[in-house]
């Protein structure tokens, strides 16, 4: 998929780097169809997988960042570079006032690392 200026999505740059849809199903263990999903904008790319997709084009030279593949979301690394987490900023329900507190985050840590 493409983005507005023309140029592929980092998402389509780490699936045509790690091998096309499939490839890159079987570095995330999921099916090919969930990719091509994410690549059509069905459904979106969740966070958790990013470290992997950024790991599998790491060692093909050119890094597709988790910053890059999910531009909302804060990853957390540890003092070598390596993603150890994620914060995905949650809306609150709405208070007694009807404010939504958008600065309330979750934090979710990734599986453990290879």
Do not use: Y
Request: aromatic residues 4%; charged residues 25%; proline residues 10%.
């Amino acid at each position: 998929m493409k983005t507005l200026d023309d140029s592929p999505s980092p998402l389509q740059r780490a699936v045509d780097m790690i091998g096309g849809q499939r490839a890159t199903a079987n570095v995330l263990n999921i099916s090919q169809g969930m990719v091509w999903q994410w690549l059509n904008f069905r459904r979106p790319l969740p966070p958790e997988h990013c470290w992997l997709i950024e790991l599998a084009t790491a060692e093909r030279g050119d890094t597709v960042t988790c910053e890059e593949l999910a531009p909302g979301v804060v990853f957390q690394r540890d003092a070598t570079g390596r993603v150890t987490g994620h914060v995905v900023p949650v809306l609150q329900p709405k208070g007694e006032g009807g404010e939504i507190d958008p600065d309330v985050d979750r934090v979710e840590p990734l599986m453990e690392m290879p």
